[in-house]
């Protein structure tokens, strides 16, 4: 059977909704690992593909990296979201792919205007890990086991070395992205069927620890 026509909701109407439900949860709460494995894409993990499947459709261009745009992911998302590709930055509702310096710089991307910015890039990244949440919390007095963490702890810190498989050159994107907040780029990171988010609302800050509040 022809790859494009599978890997879609079994389900449609309840998967739909318990996807949308997973990532509005994940955007809620940044830094926690929903699940998210409704959907399976030709080069695309569990949780990207499910992302893809319940948030792209016709008015949503989809940027990927030119080398995995293959012709059985062009079909698959053809198929089964309407959503067009586009290599062109400048157009992408979403984009979407494994971390790697295509993505740069950041700026490419829509950042939204003042009177809509909503209207700016998804950022899907594929990463080679999510164990334990992306980055995980210096224990401390007060702090809570994951993965129930609140982002907003006051004791709340967390080690950079605790996100493998994602650049360090990734941290100032962060940072300087929440600075343009109302404006700039919504991030979902991915791993098989886990995602998280770390939505433009959130302040990240680089020292010698990642420290989000």
Not at 63 to 78: G, H, K, S, Y
Not at 109 to 119: A, H, I, L, N, V
Not at 170 to 188: E, K, Q, S, T
Request: proline letters at 11%; glycine letters at 8%.
């Amino acid at each position: 059977m022809d790859g494009a026509l599978t890997g879609g909701f079994a389900d449609p109407a309840r998967d739909a909704a318990r996807a949308f439900r997973a990532a509005l949860d994940a955007m809620s709460r940044p830094g926690r690992v929903v699940k998210l494995d409704a959907a399976e894409a030709p080069g695309l993990g569990p949780a990207a593909a499910t992302l893809l499947l319940v948030l792209a459709d016709q008015t949503t261009p989809v940027w990927i990296p030119e080398d995995q745009r293959t012709e059985a992911l062009l079909r698959w998302i053809a198929f089964h979201t309407g959503a067009p590709v586009t290599g062109d930055k400048a157009q992408a509702a979403f984009a979407v792919g494994e971390f790697r310096r295509d993505f740069f710089p950041f700026e490419e991307f829509p950042q939204g205007t003042p009177d809509y910015p909503d209207r700016s890039t998804t950022v899907i990244l594929e990463c080679p890990t999510l164990t334990g949440g992306w980055i995980m919390p210096i224990s401390g007095p007060g702090v809570p086991p994951l993965p129930d963490v609140p982002l907003d702890h006051p004791d709340f810190r967390w080690h950079r070395e605790a996100s493998p498989g994602v650049s360090k050159k990734l941290y100032p994107v962060l940072r300087d992205n929440h600075a343009r907040y109302p404006l700039g780029l919504d991030f979902f990171f991915t791993c098989r069927d886990g995602a998280l988010a770390l939505p433009r609302s959130t302040q990240v800050e680089v020292e010698d620890i990642l420290r989000c509040t």
